[in-house]
Each structure stands twice: as structure tokens, then as C-alpha cells.
């Protein structure tokens, strides 16, 4: 009886500290986004050379592989790909009732509205988003950023609020070859491939493609961009385990920030859109 008691207070006490270790994670957690975001003015007094580099390396990408794997190529194929989505579902699925002619409507709505941030979203945590953690990671267990500490460096500003802020100012331009990309692959793909005309296309896209849109559409990615950069950098700045923890870390960084990144777009989505979705479809 008293070996049955131990084992469920042993139970409850490792439930409890569990809990408790959860919410101090947490806190932890929040405490760090705080300091990050609020330490971006040090970066604008003391570290713009530090912002300028990282602006370089996040648009293009560095080495042999720039052309072709840096973000701004990722962000472009990645779009492309879902702009020729809405081509093929749309004017198939639209064709069986007869309404095939409303595929420009379906690019300029769900390409603004839902895909094309999505998609940029995605493509900033896999790439900027993990390359930050890791990066981050790996200066944590070669104790880099003790030894910036040490010489007087603020450590989260340097490395933290830099590039957050520089996550901020490279998503305008990704997101406006995003918007283009989808944009053309949504119309080649119904006027080039599917043969239907491009004055009905331009018709149906150019009356439902609303500017206000496009307006939302940029502020929910700049918004979700900082989020993703704010969770990728805590999730390297606290890595530890060697190489695998920081393979861990930029694995829980990745999940934790796409996960965020749908939390914003669908909470935007309902702020601004509401339950009517602000727009008339009629004959």
C-alpha cells in the first residue's frame, strides 16, 4: 500500500514539475521576445553595419548557390508554383458548372487573400527563419555570444534585434515578387495553357482584384515576419546540446514559426474580412 502511495505522489510531483518547468519555459519565452523587440533601437544607434550585412545576406544569399537558392529564388518558385495551382484547379473545377470564365476572379481573390502570404510565410521560416536558428545555435555552443557578452556587446540586440529588423525590411520586396509571380502563373496558365481569353481573364481579375487587399496582404506578412524571426532567434539564441541541439532547435523553431505564421494570417483574415469576406459576387 505505502509502495502504491509513493508511486502516485512520485506521479504528481513529476506531473507538477513538469507543468511548472512548462510555464517558466514560457515565461522565459515571452521575456525574450519583449527585450528582442524592444532593443531594436540599439540596433539603429550602434549596430547599422551589423543591419546592412545581415539585409544583404538575407535578400540574395551568399556563396556559389545564391542564384539559385538564396530566398528571393525560393520565395519566386514557390509562389509560381501556387499561382499555377489556382490556373489548374480553378479553370477545371470552374469548368464543370460552366463558370470557367471566373478563374481571374479566383486568382485576384484567394492569391492575395490566402496563398501568396501563406506561401511567403513558409518560405521565410524555412529559409531566413532556420538560417538564423542555426547560425544563432551554432554561435551558442562555440559560447560566441558569452564571449560577446564578455567584451560588452548587448548580445540580443547584435544578434537578436538586427535580424528581426532585418527579416522586416527584406519581406516588401520578397512579397512583391511573391504577388507578381502568382499573378503571372495564375494567368499563363489559363490564357496559355488552357486557352481561355485574355480579355475575359483580364476582365474577372482586374474587377474583384481589390487595392485595399493588396494593402492588408503586405502589413499580415510584414506582421507574421517579424513573429517567425522573433521565434527563430529565441529558439537559436537559447539552443544547447551540441550540433544535434541546435538540429533540435532549428526543427522546433521551423514548426513553432509556420504554426504562428497560419495563427496570424487566420486572425488577420477575420479581423479585416470578417464573417461576408468584403466582397460581391454577382452577375
Not at 137 to 165: C, P, Q, T
Amino acid at each position: 500500500m505505502n509502495r502504491v502511495a509513493r508511486f502516485g505522489s512520485t506521479g504528481l510531483e513529476r506531473k507538477y514539475k513538469q507543468w511548472v518547468s512548462g510555464w517558466d519555459r514560457l515565461g522565459d519565452q515571452i521575456r525574450f521576445h519583449v527585450k528582442t523587440l524592444t532593443s531594436i533601437r540599439d540596433v539603429f544607434l550602434y549596430y547599422r553595419v551589423e543591419l546592412i550585412r545581415l539585409v544583404a545576406q538575407m535578400s540574395m544569399g551568399v556563396g556559389a548557390l545564391a542564384m539559385i537558392g538564396g530566398t528571393v529564388a525560393v520565395i519566386a518558385i514557390l509562389t509560381l508554383s501556387t499561382g499555377a495551382l489556382i490556373a489548374a484547379q480553378g479553370f477545371s473545377q470552374l469548368g464543370q458548372i460552366g463558370v470557367e470564365a471566373l478563374t481571374g476572379f479566383a486568382s485576384a481573390y484567394f492569391n492575395v487573400r490566402i496563398l501568396a502570404p501563406l506561401t511567403a510565410e513558409f518560405a521565410l521560416a524555412a529559409t531566413i527563419g532556420a538560417g538564423a536558428t542555426a547560425q544563432l545555435g551554432a554561435m551558442r555552443i562555440n559560447e560566441e555570444i558569452d564571449a560577446l557578452e564578455v567584451i560588452g556587446v548587448r548580445a540580443i540586440a547584435y544578434l537578436a534585434s538586427a535580424r528581426v529588423l532585418a527579416g522586416l525590411v527584406v519581406v516588401v520586396p520578397f512579397y512583391c515578387v511573391a504577388v507578381v509571380m502568382t499573378f503571372f502563373a495564375a494567368r499563363f496558365g489559363t490564357t496559355v495553357v488552357y486557352g481561355q481569353s485574355s480579355g475575359v481573364y483580364d476582365h474577372y481579375f482586374h474587377t474583384f482584384l481589390n487595392r485595399t487587399d493588396l494593402i492588408w496582404s503586405f502589413a499580415q506578412v510584414s506582421i507574421a515576419s517579424v513573429v517567425i524571426m522573433v521565434i527563430h532567434t529565441y529558439y537559436g539564441f537559447t539552443a544547447s546540446g551540441g550540433p544535434a541541439g541546435v538540429g533540435e532547435a532549428v526543427g522546433r523553431a521551423t514548426r513553432a514559426s509556420v504554426l504562428a505564421a497560419v495563427l496570424v494570417t487566420v486572425a488577420i483574415t477575420l479581423a479585416v474580412y470578417g464573417q461576408s469576406g468584403n466582397f460581391h459576387l454577382a452577375g
